[in-house]
């Protein structure tokens, strides 16, 4: 986004809105109508006794009986003709039958133009097909994969897909299906690369996010981004290298064309099928396992030893040998032709079922058995775990339109992976699916269809060649993520998943007859996929991809199985190929600005202004602290000053959880509404306590809301807090003539947390303190290693008998910043998920060693800090039932809850702690381990690593500023009547409740 655009905080910052339970409800009646609307236009739509089936091979077209009327050609000179669905010009083109007359399209509106073949034909007027025909999009840019599929009219009623074979794929093309493929491949790359056995594979249009951040925090994967002709020019990613992932690749699509590659060239642009570049990619590159996974779906534990138990855990199912024993659960007496898993894993609603399951088959209780036992398999024998989503879970546009959506799966303690039976099909995706090398041969999607249909008819190929060599599909006991889903129109995804509703139920009966003759998997493969292509499920390209496929694994070497039904560490890298590297945020140098805090927080009055002023804006501190802070030096700065007139109501203001009455408000307004120095500022800048800021809502200034804690500290009723949202709220929506305001927050804790009860996405404005940490080099020249903690190091109490740990207190009574960098390392035990003194600490490159979320997790150190509800602050826990989280919330747990309460939800939100965000810290277990890490860090590399996070956390924050005060209105002027200002600017009477 330039930092000129007019909406930076509106649609890019802002993409959640709140949502009110009543019109949730209205909407789920509405939808539900619409649905009722477009399955009757569907199944029920009116049809002529004419039969008219067009023929998509050979592009003869013949009416179904001898005794069909005479047509003619619509007369409207609006319409264009469709694809022609004639090959010669002696067959006539399909016409209307006099009786159904032509319905009226206004010539204002014409009907968009459609290529049409090389043989002429006139116009028609068919409603439903014939009419405006557009390039659908289920089958890519490609026009020769756009012709008119088998159009049938019935006066009396609808008719179905057939699924019956309408064309025939020429024999003389067959690459595999006729002999036996010979196994002596040759071994050859696409292209060099990272050698892992563990691969991430994901496709995206938009740049890194939380959901790919979060992967990157997996140990021992790596992770291959494939990019496409809509993604971003300037994709950089910016996460740091040797963090989590051995390697993270993004392939620009001019990286996909100099491979020079069959298979790769084959492929369509825009079009999700782009990932199976990354598939192949991760196969050449040493890959077991692949995670196949899309940017909208977060892992919900992602950090080493976060997971509460196995099941929550990616790892957990990944073998690590070859005779390795899979604990599943085994379904009892299943003979159903599907399988729908939704009901068994804890949807919490019924029906349920998952995108791509019959609609014939959602009521069907023999479809959803939730009869199962505790069984062992062969790990060897799994080709495919699909993981559950929470939030946003992957049902279908239907579902979405009469059921309650968003949900979570109900929790339980299961942990055992829930296998489909063998002979049953479900439909599983490509959002959050687990891919074994067993089974890599199934990752191809199809291309020829839409991408909401591609990864369905993936599973359902690819599950009926699993039995012919004995893998088996399951899903996993719990959901490891959570899906933010990008923005759908659920019109638009009906409309992408039409051959997903009138298909699938005839695909699955398909699949079951049908019965493979190659005497190699290969074969069969090829072999299926021409039967699919002429029943009319895809189209020939994916034949001739799949055949690409197929020899490309055979030149990577790929071991393929053999039928048993015969009839029936390394050292961290990232790796980043880009043509452009991100664009410099410009600020504007001739716009300088004025800003005010009056915050309470050392860090916050400290790291803000030295922030602000290094880019040549002023800053006002006011506040009762005055001039007292550890580091006063940053007050006598050009550009910062103290400012001593303080109105009675901010010299009330002494700690970070003070209500906030109507009086005072009014009263700090009348005091400072003809203040020179009010006047002269540009934006108001609030987070410790960010609820400050409500004090300056009537001046008709910006508002800049940075919460650096809770941002609800103070706010400790239900109507207080609801009032405070309310306001931010507002803020989030206001526009010209009122004050542009900004939403952020300064850690990714307090992101997520603004998130859970607004649904707004505040900007990362996260805490650096290097602007006023500089200048102060590492220089390691004593021996000790200081410790940061307030409760001692974890599991003893014990120094550390080689290097003498001291508590920085004891060595240093008021200790200087030059004081710490002559220290080899620090050892920070935190007591908060956001402190300024990890910040400060980690801005100065010392090598941090932190306990693990597994060693903090047992000694609740930030128990009472993670949430504005403890004794610390509100001290009010029957908040977290009555103040619920915004409907667009993707959290699974609640962020008040401790251990004791639910250790799955504490564990969850301190992974969005900054202690475990910051990359290249150490964690220890306890003090022996902490003991052996010590003894094997390289200091100097650590440090280095930390000065280079420090220079892109730098330049990221700066950007950042620089767009957001491009936004900011100088000169606005400070209303003289409060109750007319807040009725103009809030449409409010009042701003707080009391």
């Known amino acids: 986004?330039?930092?000129?655009?007019?909406?930076?905080?509106?649609?890019?910052?802002?993409?959640?809105?709140?949502?009110?339970?009543?019109?949730?409800?209205?909407?789920?009646?509405?939808?539900?109508?619409?649905?009722?609307?477009?399955?009757?236009?569907?199944?029920?739509?009116?049809?002529?006794?004419?039969?008219?089936?067009?023929?998509?091979?050979?592009?003869?077209?013949?009416?179904?009986?001898?005794?069909?009327?005479?047509?003619?050609?619509?007369?409207?000179?609006?319409?264009?003709?469709?694809?022609?669905?004639?090959?010669?010009?002696?067959?006539?083109?399909?016409?209307?039958?006099?009786?159904?007359?032509?319905?009226?399209?206004?010539?204002?509106?014409?009907?968009?133009?459609?290529?049409?073949?090389?043989?002429?034909?006139?116009?028609?007027?068919?409603?439903?097909?014939?009419?405006?025909?557009?390039?659908?999009?289920?089958?890519?840019?490609?026009?020769?994969?756009?012709?008119?599929?088998?159009?049938?009219?019935?006066?009396?009623?609808?008719?179905?897909?057939?699924?019956?074979?309408?064309?025939?794929?020429?024999?003389?093309?067959?690459?595999?299906?006729?002999?036996?493929?010979?196994?002596?491949?040759?071994?050859?790359?696409?292209?060099?690369?990272?050698?892992?056995?563990?691969?991430?594979?994901?496709?995206?249009?938009?740049?890194?996010?939380?959901?790919v951040y979060r992967q990157t925090r997996l140990e021992n994967w790596c992770m291959v981004i494939v990019g496409d002709e809509k993604s971003p020019d300037d994709f950089e990613v910016d996460w740091t290298p040797g963090e989590g992932n051995n390697a993270v690749v993004y392939l620009s699509p001019d990286d996909q064309k100099a491979m020079h590659n069959s298979f790769?060239?084959?492929?369509?642009?825009?079009?999700?099928?782009?990932?199976?570049?990354?598939?192949?990619?991760?196969?050449?590159?040493?890959?077991?396992?692949?995670?196949?996974?899309?940017?909208?779906?977060?892992?919900?534990?992602?950090?080493?030893?976060?997971?509460?138990?196995?099941?929550?855990?990616?790892?957990?199912?990944?073998?690590?040998?070859?005779?390795?024993?899979?604990?599943?659960?085994?379904?009892?007496?299943?003979?159903?032709?599907?399988?729908?898993?939704?009901?068994?894993?804890?949807?919490?609603?019924?029906?349920?079922?998952?995108?791509?399951?019959?609609?014939?088959?959602?009521?069907?209780?023999?479809?959803?058995?939730?009869?199962?036992?505790?069984?062992?398999?062969?790990?060897?024998?799994?080709?495919?775990?699909?993981?559950?989503?929470?939030?946003?879970?992957?049902?279908?546009?239907?579902?979405?339109?009469?059921?309650?959506?968003?949900?979570?799966?109900?929790?339980?303690?299961?942990?055992?992976?829930?296998?489909?039976?063998?002979?049953?099909?479900?439909?599983?995706?490509?959002?959050?699916?687990?891919?074994?090398?067993?089974?890599?041969?199934?990752?191809?999607?199809?291309?020829?269809?839409?991408?909401?249909?591609?990864?369905?008819?993936?599973?359902?190929?690819?599950?009926?060649?699993?039995?012919?060599?004995?893998?088996?599909?399951?899903?996993?006991?719990?959901?490891?993520?959570?899906?933010?889903?990008?923005?759908?129109?659920?019109?638009?995804?009906?409309?992408?998943?039409?051959?997903?509703?009138?298909?699938?139920?005839?695909?699955?009966?398909?699949?079951?007859?049908?019965?493979?003759?190659?005497?190699?998997?290969?074969?069969?493969?090829?072999?299926?996929?021409?039967?699919?292509?002429?029943?009319?499920?895809?189209?020939?390209?994916?034949?001739?991809?799949?055949?690409?496929?197929?020899?490309?694994?055979?030149?990577?070497?790929?071991?393929?199985?053999?039928?048993?039904m015969v009839r029936n560490s390394p050292k961290h890298e990232i790796v980043v190929s880009s043509s452009r590297s991100e664009e410099e945020a410009e600020c504007h140098e001739d716009k300088k600005l004025t800003f005010w805090t009056s915050d309470l927080h050392d860090g916050s009055r400290l790291d803000l202004p030295s922030l602000l002023q290094s880019m040549g804006h002023k800053v006002v501190i006011a506040g009762i602290k005055q001039q007292a802070s550890p580091f006063p030096y940053v007050f006598d700065r050009d550009g910062i000053e103290v400012y001593e007139k303080l109105s009675p109501t901010l010299k009330r203001y002494k700690t970070h959880s003070i209500a906030l009455k109507e009086a005072e408000v009014k009263e700090n307004f009348e005091f400072y509404k003809n203040d020179e120095k009010i006047a002269s500022v540009d934006a108001f800048i609030c987070s410790f306590p960010a609820s400050m800021c409500e004090l300056w809502l009537p001046f008709n200034k910006t508002i800049i809301y940075l919460p650096a804690h809770r941002y609800n500290l103070g706010r400790c009723t239900k109507e207080e807090w609801d009032r405070l949202n309310e306001h931010i709220a507002l803020l989030a929506a206001s526009r010209e003539p009122h004050p542009r305001h900004i939403i952020a927050a300064a850690s990714v804790y307090d992101q997520e947390y603004l998130k859970h009860y607004i649904g707004l996405e505040p900007l990362p404005f996260y805490s650096f303190s290097g602007f006023y940490t500089n200048n102060n080099p590492y220089d390691p020249s004593r021996e000790e290693i200081l410790l940061f903690s307030r409760i001692g190091i974890p599991g003893s109490e014990q120094p550390h008998p080689k290097y003498p740990i001291v508590g920085v207190r004891s060595l240093y009574k008021h200790y200087k910043l030059s004081d710490l960098v002559n220290h080899r390392a620090i050892v920070y035990v935190p007591h908060s998920v956001m402190s300024y003194t990890l910040t400060e600490l980690y801005s100065l490159s010392v090598p941090l060693f932190v306990p693990s979320i597994k060693s903090m997790h047992s000694t609740h150190c930030v128990s009472n800090d993670r949430s504005s509800l403890t004794s610390q602050y509100c001290n009010n826990m029957s908040l977290d039932g009555v103040m619920h989280p915004s409907i667009a919330s993707i959290h699974p747990y609640s962020p008040n809850l401790n251990a004791p309460e639910d250790r799955e939800a504490e564990i969850y939100w301190l992974q969005f702690s900054d202690f475990f965000r910051f990359p290249h810290i150490t964690y220890f277990d306890d003090a022996a381990d902490l003991q052996h890490k010590l003894e094997l860090a390289d200091f100097g590399e650590i440090h280095k690593l930390m000065e280079q996070e420090n220079q892109r956390k730098k330049k990221r924050l700066v950007d950042a500023w620089c767009r957001a005060t491009a936004e900011i209105q100088t000169g606005r002027k400070i209303p003289q009547d409060y109750s007319k200002a807040i009725q103009e600017l809030y449409g409010v009477n009042r701003l707080q409740a009391s």
């Open 264 to 564: 790769v060239d084959g492929l369509l642009w825009n079009h999700f099928g782009r990932k199976n570049v990354g598939f192949l990619y991760a196969i050449t590159h040493g890959a077991k396992a692949i995670w196949d996974f899309d940017d909208d779906n977060l892992l919900n534990f992602y950090l080493t030893g976060a997971a509460p138990n196995p099941s929550l855990s990616l790892d957990s199912y990944v073998p690590t040998s070859n005779d390795q024993v899979l604990e599943v659960q085994e379904l009892d007496g299943h003979t159903a032709t599907t399988y729908n898993p939704y009901p068994y894993l804890g949807a919490p609603t019924l029906p349920s079922w998952p995108r791509g399951l019959p609609l014939s088959h959602i009521k069907l209780p023999e479809t959803y058995n939730r009869c199962a036992q505790p069984a062992q398999i062969k790990h060897s024998t799994v080709a495919v775990l699909q993981s559950l989503a929470d939030h946003q879970p992957d049902v279908d546009a239907i579902f979405r339109f009469v059921s309650p959506i968003p949900f979570n799966f109900q929790r339980s303690d299961a942990t055992r992976p829930l296998m489909i039976p063998t002979r049953a099909l479900t439909p599983y995706n490509a959002q959050a699916t687990l891919h074994l090398k067993p089974g890599f041969w199934g990752l191809l999607l199809p291309v020829s269809v839409n991408g909401r249909v591609s990864d369905i008819w993936r599973s359902y190929f690819f599950q009926r060649l699993f039995w012919d060599v004995g893998l088996r599909v399951g899903f996993m006991a719990r959901p490891l993520v959570t899906q933010d889903r990008n923005i759908h129109s659920n019109l638009a995804d009906f409309n992408a998943e039409n051959d997903l509703y009138e298909k699938s139920e005839q695909l699955v009966d398909f699949l079951h007859q049908w019965e493979g003759k190659s005497a190699t998997l290969v074969g069969r493969i090829e072999e299926l996929w021409v039967a699919l292509y002429e029943h009319e499920y895809i189209e020939i390209l994916d034949v001739k991809i799949v055949q690409l496929w197929l020899q490309a694994l055979i030149d990577a070497g790929y071991q393929f199985p053999e039928l048993k």
């Open 1 to 211: 986004m330039g930092s000129g655009s007019s909406e930076y905080n509106t649609n890019r910052l802002y993409r959640r809105v709140l949502h009110s339970s009543a019109r949730t409800k209205c909407y789920v009646l509405i939808g539900a109508a619409v649905v009722a609307i477009i399955i009757g236009i569907i199944y029920f739509r009116p049809r002529s006794k004419t039969v008219v089936n067009t023929e998509a091979t050979t592009g003869s077209t013949t009416p179904s009986s001898p005794a069909s009327l005479p047509c003619q050609p619509c007369p409207s000179s609006s319409l264009t003709c469709p694809t022609c669905p004639t090959t010669s010009p002696s067959t006539p083109c399909p016409s209307i039958p006099p009786s159904t007359p032509c319905p009226s399209v206004p010539p204002s509106t014409p009907c968009p133009s459609v290529p049409h073949s090389s043989t002429p034909c006139p116009s028609l007027c068919n409603t439903f097909k014939f009419s405006c025909q557009k390039n659908d999009d289920r089958t890519g840019p490609n026009p020769a994969l756009n012709s008119i599929h088998q159009v049938k009219l019935s006066g009396i009623t609808g008719k179905t897909f057939s699924g019956k074979a309408t064309r025939t794929f020429p024999s003389d093309q067959l690459k595999y299906s006729s002999h036996r493929v010979d196994h002596n491949y040759n071994t050859k790359k696409i292209v060099d690369g990272p050698q892992c056995e563990r691969w991430a594979v994901m496709t995206t249009i938009f740049s890194p996010d939380e959901g």
